[in-house]
């Protein structure tokens, strides 16, 4: 079989468990890849023949031999005669320096959680040129240090490399410090994202006033797990209005924090839409006292986000929103509503607040959706009687007329006592 013209024979025989170490390192010069692959995997072919597979001019088998000796070499039993041992982690360290980053990122995968491996491959492994093969190891591996971390940040790495230290499992506050006071955003904001991190309130601090300019830091502040009285009254100052009602609703601040936020974001908001009593202060955030408003606007904006991320892909479909209120997810279709028809979340709940069906309409219109779909939207999230909802395409409003209704309700905030005819 190991001499057979045909392949399928060779690669049958390359693969088997139960045959002789000798034919297994005669078929290490087979022309075939394939065979030659399957010879790198298979567990019982001698190490000799490891030895001149880690020299193979094919990819794929090195990548397979790869994954083979790295799953062999934590549990080495080096008591073993004839250096076997040995042999096996010589061939871990060649691949582990192999030319082609597929074949080191192979080794990195296999051993990036194990301990019982040579030091100086996982810090070979974790400062490779390559972000692929060197992530693994920055943001799993046991055998790293926080000395080896700091040294890595220090020693200006290859990109990605601050982001997968910051993934890491109970980052020290020495390490998180490093990150924090480096120019790599999206480190920081991997750190920020990282409930294990420990972060001292002054790192913290200072973050707070990088976001003033760095705007992607606003919601990874607002949402982390351990925010300083002083931070949130900061951030409450100038992160966007959709974070303000995030930062407001938070429960975990303390009773004194909440109060100090909570007039900080009243002061924002009075001084940023006060001036104007029209449209703008009619559109101003409104941040109640009630911790179960803010809990349900919290809910929908994490629902805005994935509704936004959805319809960037692929527009939100009308069957996708009759499907939602099927199983009871009102939040996702008062999100889907708001990114389908360009409005605001401001402007979309007082729409459905209003209990107004020809509104209702209006803005299901705007957003794509036909009358059934909108009837539905009228009776469970507009809470209009089923006897009111409008729900035939004969209703006589032409799309003019139900843009100039939005646009008056937009501006006046007060929905029409009677409908508008089609003229």
């Given at each position: 079989?190991?001499r057979?013209?045909?392949?399928?024979?060779?690669?049958?025989?390359?693969?088997?468990?139960?045959?002789?170490?000798?034919?297994?390192?005669?078929?290490?010069?087979?022309?075939?890849p394939?065979?030659?692959?399957?010879?790198?995997?298979?567990?019982?072919?001698?190490?000799?023949?490891?030895?001149?597979?880690?020299?193979?001019e094919?990819?794929?088998?090195?990548?397979?031999?790869?994954?083979?000796?790295?799953?062999?070499?934590?549990?080495?039993?080096?008591?073993?005669?004839?250096?076997?041992?040995e042999?096996?982690?010589?061939?871990?360290?060649?691949?582990?320096r192999d030319?082609?980053?597929?074949?080191r990122?192979?080794?990195?995968?296999?051993?990036?959680?194990?301990?019982?491996?040579?030091?100086?491959?996982?810090?070979r492994?974790?400062?490779?040129?390559e972000?692929?093969?060197?992530?693994p190891?920055?943001?799993?591996s046991?055998l790293?240090?926080?000395?080896?971390?700091?040294?890595?940040?220090?020693?200006?790495?290859?990109?990605?490399?601050?982001?997968?230290?910051s993934?890491?499992?109970?980052?020290?506050?020495?390490?998180?410090?490093s990150?924090?006071?480096?120019?790599?955003?999206?480190?920081?904001?991997?750190?920020?994202?990282?409930?294990?991190?420990?972060?001292?309130?002054?790192?913290l601090?200072?973050?707070v006033e990088r976001?003033?300019?760095l705007?992607?830091?606003?919601?990874?502040?607002?949402?982390?797990?351990?925010?300083?009285?002083?931070?949130?009254?900061?951030?409450?100052?100038?992160?966007?209005?959709?974070?303000?009602?995030?930062?407001?609703?938070?429960?975990?601040?303390?009773?004194?924090?909440?109060?100090?936020?909570?007039?900080?974001?009243h002061?924002?908001?009075?001084e940023t839409?006060?001036?104007?009593?029209?449209?703008?202060?009619?559109?101003?955030?409104?941040?109640?006292?009630?911790?179960?408003?803010?809990?349900?606007?919290?809910i929908?904006?994490?629902?805005?986000?994935?509704a936004?991320?959805?319809?960037?892909?692929?527009?939100?479909?009308?069957?996708?929103?009759?499907?939602?209120?099927?199983?009871?997810?009102?939040?996702?279709?008062?999100?889907?509503?708001?990114?389908?028809?360009?409005s605001?979340l401001?402007?979309?709940?007082?729409v459905l607040?209003?209990?107004?069906?020809g509104?209702?309409?209006?803005?299901?219109?705007?957003?794509?959706?036909?009358?059934?779909?909108?009837?539905?939207?009228?009776?469970?999230?507009?809470?209009v009687?089923?006897?009111?909802?409008?729900?035939?395409?004969?209703?006589?409003?032409?799309?003019?007329?139900?843009?100039?209704?939005?646009?008056d309700?937009?501006?006046?905030?007060?929905?029409?006592?009677?409908?508008?005819?089609a003229?």
């Open positions: 079989m190991a057979h013209p045909d392949r399928r024979y060779r690669m049958t025989a390359a693969a088997a468990t139960d045959v002789a170490p000798e034919i297994l390192y005669y078929m290490v010069d087979d022309p075939d394939e065979v030659r692959r399957r010879v790198a995997a298979n567990p019982v072919t001698p190490r000799q023949a490891d030895g001149k597979l880690a020299n193979d094919e990819p794929a088998v090195r990548a397979a031999l790869a994954a083979k000796i790295a799953n062999l070499a934590p549990r080495l039993d080096h008591a073993e005669p004839h250096g076997h041992a042999m096996t982690l010589g061939i871990l360290d060649k691949l582990a030319q082609l980053p597929m074949v990122q192979v080794v990195a995968e296999v051993l990036k959680n194990e301990s019982h491996i040579p030091a100086h491959i996982v810090q492994l974790a400062r490779d040129i972000i692929m093969v060197a992530a190891m920055l943001e799993f046991p790293l240090e926080d000395s080896d971390l700091l040294d890595i940040i220090e020693s200006t790495p290859v990109a990605g490399a601050l982001s997968a230290i993934r890491r499992q109970g980052v020290s506050v020495e390490v998180a410090d990150v924090a006071r480096s120019d790599d955003t999206d480190a920081i904001i991997e750190l920020l994202n990282n409930p294990t991190a420990q972060m001292r309130e002054d790192t601090d200072i973050l976001a003033r300019i705007p992607p830091l606003h919601e990874p502040l607002v949402r982390h797990p351990v925010l300083p009285r002083g931070a949130a009254c900061k951030l409450a100052t100038f992160v966007a209005d959709n974070l303000l009602t995030v930062l407001a609703g938070r429960e975990d601040l303390g009773e004194k924090t909440m109060e100090a936020v909570r007039d900080a974001v002061k924002r908001l009075a839409y006060g001036k104007d009593n029209g449209k703008a202060a009619r559109e101003a955030p409104q941040v109640k006292d009630s911790p179960e408003d803010l809990r349900h606007r919290a929908i904006e994490r629902e805005l986000t994935t936004r991320a959805m319809h960037a892909k692929r527009p939100i479909s009308e069957e996708q929103i009759r499907r939602s209120i099927e199983y009871e997810h009102w939040a996702f279709v008062q999100a889907a509503l708001i990114v389908t028809s360009g605001s401001e402007f979309v709940c007082d607040e209003s209990r107004h069906p509104l209702i309409l209006a803005l299901c219109w705007r957003a794509g959706l036909g009358t059934e779909a909108a009837a539905l939207v009228q009776r469970d999230l507009g809470h009687p089923p006897s009111a909802c409008i729900a035939t395409p004969g209703y006589p409003l032409t799309p003019e007329a139900m843009g100039r209704m939005l646009a309700f937009a501006d006046n905030g007060v929905a029409p006592h009677e409908m508008p005819s003229s």
